[in-house]
């Protein structure tokens, strides 16, 4: 059965991540995800300060870039979330936005490698395993964890990249997608993943949910603005406008032009937006196409109203 979460709003000011989380928790959303974005804040303490203060949500961390975190280290952080909140934790490793990755200076030669290197070291590591790798990126001599967790996360891959989900379909237990998730995105990036087995396919989403439909598609073009740059072409190839968006891109001084002048049809394909029936109708849609979590990106200014509409896709 499909899941249904929401995300962490990266700007959230402090004093208000935990309510955001309780109040998540409380409106019945399966699942919240916090992001590690250059800039922000750190995706495990994110993790740990919302998992305190909730009672039964899963919470996602989408994702830690391999190249920032030594193996080893990372997996002391994941297995101590999943001792102290056993079965409420999923973490989502990938290679990292590159312009990111580039100014922190942990940009690899070869991301594919540093992926194909340390899931199944991170995997193994969370199990209990003595674990040896001389790899390029991933050199390991006879680690382990003195207390691996009962319950071991599920360890997803977010990528992006017929390369990259080839890889993830080979080494993860689920492929995360970045916004925009379509359901021809999400159909292609199955067929390069290629799991032999089962495999999560999670999806983000930009998404405004009103009785209002107008007030709804006004939301969402504003928090589409940065669709349609060049990072973003795996996404949006798919799409049978995909080259009418990249001329309206090409044409537009500023992204809130672009914006602006996105087609009605263009912004309900993008997003989860419009009235609750609407809503679920695209939940579902991205459900028949594979996606077994849609997690929701809350548009508009205020994110605790956004929130309570949200919810009334549940």
């Known amino acids: 059965m499909a899941t249904i979460g929401v ?3 990266r700007d ?6 935990l309510d955001y989380a309780r109040r998540a928790d409380a409106l019945g959303f399966d699942e919240l995800w916090v992001v590690e974005d250059l800039g922000f804040r750190g995706g495990v303490a994110q993790a740990a300060a919302v998992l305190a ?3 039964r949500i899963r919470v996602g961390v989408g994702l830690l870039p391999a190249g920032a975190r030594n193996v080893a280290f990372a ?4 297995a101590t979330l999943a001792e102290l909140f056993p079965g409420r934790v999923d973490v989502c490793v990938g290679h990292g936005m590159p312009h990111w990755m580039r100014a922190a200076g942990a940009w690899p030669t070869s991301p594919v490698t540093l992926l194909q290197e340390y899931v199944p070291a991170l995997r193994g ?6 674990v040896s790798v001389e790899g390029r ?3 390991l001599r006879d680690v382990a964890l003195e207390c691996p967790p009962a319950v071991v996360p599920d360890i997803l891959v977010g990528v992006r990249g017929p390369r990259s989900l080839a890889v993830s379909g080979a080494v993860a237990d689920g492929t995360v997608l970045a916004e925009p998730v379509t359901p021809e995105y999400a159909r292609a990036a199955l067929g390069h993943i290629a799991a032999l087995g089962p495999h999560r396919l999670v999806g983000y989403n930009a998404a405004a949910v009103a009785s209002d439909r107008a007030a709804a598609l006004d939301a969402a073009r504003a928090a589409l603005a940065w669709i349609g740059e060049p990072d973003w072409a795996p996404h949006l190839e798919p799409l049978p406008f995909a080259a009418d968006l990249a001329a309206l891109r090409a044409a ?3 992204r809130a032009d672009f914006a602006a002048a996105l087609p009605e049809e263009w912004v309900r394909q993008l997003a989860v937006v ?5 809503a679920r109708a695209r939940v579902a849609e991205l459900a028949d196409a594979g996606v077994s979590g849609t997690v929701l990106l809350p548009a508009g200014p205020d994110p605790f109203a956004a929130l309570s509409s949200l919810a009334t896709v549940l």
């Open 53 to 55: 203060v909730t009672e």
């Open 125 to 130: 590591l969370l199990r209990g395993d003595h």
């Open 12 to 17: 959230l000011t402090a004093g208000r991540v």
């Open 274 to 278: 419009g009235t609750p029936d609407a």
């Open 252 to 254: 537009s001084a500023t």
């Open 7 to 9: 995300m962490l709003p």
């Open 137 to 139: 990126y991933v050199q």
């Open 75 to 78: 997996a002391m952080e994941v």
